[in-house]
């Protein structure tokens, strides 16, 4: 199993920067792509970002210039470092790993537990 906690949320005025952060703990072998969704009450789960295994990136075009993904292997961490921040952007924010536990096992998909982002204008 793999463990995902997120942290570097909070309350942010219009215009401001916040860096979420996301570390695996537990059973992991290798870890594929990495993450970021977001999900605002009384709408579906979004994906922000990506980053593969080689670092490329993708962005939602709502984000894109403003927001940058990055990962430390090392660390089993990605990051998500928010900038130019809009009341838009509040929402839970959840990190994504594509990982498996042994050389055996088939990639699955974990989730962390979310961190509150809020934006106020």
């Known amino acids: 199993q793999v463990q995902l906690v997120e942290s570097g949320g909070g309350l942010v005025q219009s215009g401001g920067s916040l860096r979420l952060s996301c570390v695996a703990s537990?059973?992991?072998?290798?870890?594929?792509?990495m993450a970021w969704y977001r999900q605002s009450p009384g709408k579906q789960r979004e994906l922000v970002a990506t980053?593969?295994?080689?670092?490329?990136?993708n962005y939602q075009d709502s984000v894109r210039g403003r927001f940058s993904i990055s990962r430390d292997n090392a660390k089993n961490s990605v990051y998500l470092q928010m900038n130019s921040l809009k009341p838009e952007d509040t929402a839970v924010y959840y990190c994504?790993?594509?990982?498996?536990?042994?050389?055996?096992?088939?990639?699955?998909?974990?989730w962390g537990q979310g961190t509150q982002v809020t934006v106020s204008s």
């Open positions: 537990g059973s992991i072998f290798r870890i594929n792509a």
């Open positions: 994504s790993v594509e990982a498996r536990s042994t050389y055996y096992s088939n990639f699955l998909q974990y």
């Open positions: 980053i593969s295994s080689g670092s490329s990136t």
